[in-house]
């Protein structure tokens, strides 16, 4: 991306960073404010994930428009708008509204025509309350085709139940996110927490901790989902 006119590697350091998350960092490009870029810390290739969201965009999916992809560099529009984790968190969204919102993109992601992929990561935080467009899902990395969309409803649930089981003050919000989420689910979750648990364990950028809690999450979404 270096010809390109964008910043290129090793230019990073001159650009606001305005988001970051486990695998990748997001960048305010210069000019009029309307792109953004991110990288990948790993260096993995941002190829794949581009190719989805546009093909997702031409569907009519809400996914940030892809500009240009290259290596672990992949720069999009920039959105207007908190997080829906950030809006729950400062008391503007409540925990059921946002489970059943949950449930309601995934289950138009499963609905489109052809195969549609699995976002198999979709939480609070990977969904934008845009201004303009209403909610947009984001972090499409661990997007793959061919599996059930239970499986994609199980991912959110445990990912739901992981804070519901921890002490921390929001953890009743996520308790009752997670019981909308699955009552507004719109596939059978039960019979894939089991390889929802076994997939969340391989994830390398859990902790010890968060590994350790995932037999209670699962146990959690087995027992609402039941």
């Known amino acids: 991306m270096g010809n390109s006119g964008d910043q290129g590697a090793g230019a990073v350091d001159e650009l606001e960073i305005i988001g970051w998350g486990r695998t990748a960092d997001v960048y305010a490009l210069p000019g009029d404010g309307a792109r953004v870029l991110r990288r990948y810390r790993n260096g993995g290739d941002a190829t794949r994930e581009a190719r989805l969201m546009t093909r997702l965009a031409r569907q009519g999916y809400p996914v940030p428009a892809v500009l240009r992809a290259e290596g672990p560099d992949l720069v999009m529009e920039r959105l207007s708008g908190p997080s829906l984790l950030d809006a729950l968190l400062a008391d503007t969204y409540e925990p059921e509204p946002a489970g059943a919102l ?32 209403g909610p947009v899902v ?89």
């Open 102 to 133: 949950l449930a309601e993109l995934l289950g138009r992601l499963h609905a489109l025509p052809g195969t549609p992929p699995a976002h198999l990561d979709l939480h609070p935080g990977n969904v934008l309350l845009t201004t303009d467009r």
């Open 138 to 226: 984001i972090d499409w990395h661990t997007a793959e085709e061919g599996h059930p969309p239970g499986l994609d409803h199980a991912m959110s649930a445990l990912i739901l139940a992981e804070v519901a089981v921890t002490p921390a003050p929001y953890a009743p919000g996520a308790h009752a996110g997670l019981a909308a989420f699955l009552s507004a689910a719109t596939t059978p979750v039960l019979p894939h927490v089991g390889a929802a648990r076994e997939r969340r364990a391989e994830d390398p950028n859990l902790t010890e901790g968060e590994v350790a809690a995932l037999d209670e999450a699962a146990e959690l979404v087995a027992e609402l989902a039941a």
